[in-house]
């Protein structure tokens, strides 16, 4: 149980073009999802916090017109990176939670962004 | 506030050796710690985790012991193989924080044959 998937695992795009990113909890429902980014041989940057059905919290210097979130059910959450640049190439992690206070985060698999 | 720190790495060591990866963290509150294991393309999977003091994380081999007084959680497996090969990374999450995570840096782990 506690599967996340994410989609695409790999993209490639040409710079000033948006790439949407998905990420499914699987076999739960997910009252609250994260979103990471990697950087090469770094840790993982929390980049946002969203809750279904509501805004996302975008942690400090994050740019919330860049990356834009969407938490539209309890089952998928999208991350949006609009008018990429080869900056934002990365790998980016999602994570999802199943209960508001549970300690308890399951991630996905991660998405590998590479801008052109 | 919460933060992790974790040795640096990469590490490089024969098959059956001995593991230690440290880390330490500072916390307000009483954290859970984990840690997580990243192959190579790969997203994070769960290694071990333990919520209170005292208590003993073990999976696979590898076992970490949740020291309050030391504020540590140090890595430790008595005979890595090669398939060990990975990055490993130490978190914490704290409930006065909404549970968020905290990780550390990351330790790379090669194997060698």
């Known amino acids: 149980g506690a599967v996340v998937s994410q989609h695409p695992s790999r993209v490639i795009c040409k710079s000033g073009t948006s790439v949407k990113i998905e990420c499914r909890s699987l076999d739960f429902q997910a009252t609250t999802m994260f979103w990471y980014r990697q950087f090469p041989k770094k840790s993982l940057m929390l980049m946002a916090t969203?809750?279904?059905?509501?805004?996302?919290?975008?942690e400090q210097g994050v740019e919330k017109d860049k990356f834009l979130i969407n938490h539209a059910s309890l089952t998928l959450s999208t991350l949006t990176v609009t008018s990429a640049h080869p900056e934002d190439s990365s790998f980016y992690i999602c994570?999802?939670?199943?209960?508001?206070?549970?300690?308890?985060?399951?991630f996905g698999p991660g998405t590998r962004l590479t801008v052109t | 506030g919460n933060s992790v720190t974790q040795m640096e790495g990469p590490v490089t060591l024969s098959e059956e050796a001995f593991l230690t990866i440290n880390c330490t963290y500072t916390a307000t509150g009483y954290p859970s710690l984990f840690w997580y294991v990243q192959y190579p393309g790969e997203g994070l999977q769960l290694l071990l985790k333990?919520?209170?003091?005292?208590d003993k994380g073990s999976n696979k081999g590898f076992e970490a012991t949740y020291r309050k007084e030391t504020t540590s959680f140090h890595l430790e497996k008595g005979s890595v193989q090669v398939s060990d090969s990975a990055v490993y990374f130490c978190a914490l999450s704290a409930w006065n924080t909404g549970n968020q995570f905290y990780f550390g840096t990351g330790t790379s782990l090669t194997v060698i044959p």
């Open positions: 994570s999802a939670r199943g209960q508001a206070n549970s300690y308890e985060q399951y």
């Open positions: 333990a919520t209170k003091a005292d």
């Open positions: 969203s809750n279904e059905g509501s805004k996302a919290t975008y």
